[in-house]
């Protein structure tokens, strides 16, 4: 016999979840840019096979492909053609949409928010275990000018199979190896990571300046950019947003579900009773800022096969999105708690922030003051809701 209790607990449940706030207000920001944004003219551009016959009517013109249909365009429709004698016609459509809600801008803004929602994913498990990592805008930086190396080595004509293991290989190799640096500095010198990963931002952007000399890396092979990474399928760019959730299913596993993230909470929840209960501290810290690392790596992989490019200068700022990511999406500073799909959640907050600005045409120098506001408040209310639960 079922509990008709069941079903209303599990929707009090799913409610009163950190995610489900973050849910709401990520909607609400939409419909507001959403009424706030003013119209815009969007322009897409078609070439047809030379030898196209072009006949105008009254109403617009139709295109006749050689051994194919005949294409009716409506000038009403808003498309236009532009004939040439050396190629075939250009179909050019100008329409008005909204400046927030079209496919366009919300394709761009899904796939920049899952460049840094990867990285929040393990700075989430950073924070909860009562760390930081200040270096992961630069690591997310080298590992990208590798990748990049390592892809201008092959061939433009290389294939996915050569090209994919090339980009991702070198960058979440030289990410974990960042990270692995990081953590065991952290762990062997007994210093405060604030203090590690502040010098590790400073180095490894370093190395990336010496071994690009300033100028950025071209040359990825075709195969792993517009056949891959930035392959375009149903109007979205479906490799970055399905490697973000999975990233985030991963990280809500091995949060709740896994030894490993059972151990993070532990450590951020009291370092010394989990060392005395057969935690191994050293060892677990160690391969958290490595994971980090490497989770660094398939991010930059990723934005070198979508932009095809890398400089030293490459994820300037990151480490603030990424914890302010984090932060926002429920992780304590002070350690033992955090969501990993808060943290991808929180990605998307940070990213409409930034799409905010230029929407409501805001001056970009306000950029940093905003999202910084909304770390501390993030962290002012996580520390009001400890205070409130302390007290009842």
């Not at 400046?99 to 928010?113: D, H, I, R, Y």
């Not at 700075?123 to 190396?149: F, Q, R």
């Not at 990213?351 to 408040?377: P, S, T, W």
């Amino acid at each position: 016999m079922s509990d008709p209790a069941r079903p209303r607990s599990l929707l009090k449940a799913l409610l009163s979840a950190q995610e489900s706030g973050l849910v709401l207000v990520i909607a609400l920001v939409m419909i507001g840019l959403t009424l706030r944004a003013d119209p815009v003219t969007q322009r897409s551009v078609e070439r047809l096979p030379v030898g196209t016959a072009v006949r105008h009517t009254e109403s617009g013109f139709v295109l006749m492909p050689p051994g194919g249909a005949e294409r009716t365009f409506a000038a009403a429709d808003g498309y236009t053609v532009q004939e040439s004698e050396t190629e075939g016609p250009l179909v050019v459509r100008s329409r008005q949409v909204n400046g927030f809600f079209n496919a366009q801008n919300l394709v761009g803004l899904a796939t920049a928010a899952s460049f840094t929602a990867i990285m929040a994913v393990g700075m989430t498990g950073v924070i909860v275990m009562g760390g930081i990592d200040l270096s992961i805008g630069s690591v997310y930086a080298l590992a990208a000018v590798a990748a990049a190396m390592a892809l201008s080595s092959l061939d433009r004509s290389a294939s996915l199979a050569l090209a994919l293991p090339a980009g991702l290989g070198a960058a979440m190799a030289v990410g974990g190896l960042c990270g692995l640096v990081n953590g065991a500095a952290i762990v062997g010198l007994r210093v405060h990571p604030f203090i590690i990963t502040l010098g590790g931002m400073a180095i490894y952007r370093g190395v990336a300046f010496v071994l690009t000399r300033g100028e950025s890396i071209t040359g990825a092979p075709t195969s792993y950019t517009s056949g891959f990474f930035k392959v375009v399928a149903a109007g979205v760019n479906p490799v970055p947003l399905a490697l973000m959730g999975l990233v985030a299913i991963a990280g809500v596993w091995c949060l709740s579900r896994m030894v490993f993230g059972r151990r993070l909470f532990a450590i951020g929840g009291n370092e010394t009773a989990a060392r005395y209960a057969g935690v191994p501290v050293a060892r677990v810290k160690i391969g958290m800022y490595a994971l980090v690392g490497v989770l660094a790596g398939l991010a930059a992989a990723m934005m070198v096969g979508y932009y095809g490019a890398a400089s030293s200068d490459t994820g300037q700022g990151y480490e603030l999105n990424v914890i302010a990511a984090a932060v926002v999406g429920g992780a304590s500073l002070s350690g033992g708690r955090g969501s990993a799909l808060g943290a991808a959640l929180g990605a998307i907050i940070i990213q409409l922030i930034e799409n905010a600005i230029i929407i409501l045409r805001i001056d970009a120098n306000y950029k940093l003051i905003i999202i910084g506001v909304a770390i501390v408040l993030a962290v002012v209310i996580d520390q009001s809701k400890v205070r409130f639960a302390g007290r009842r």
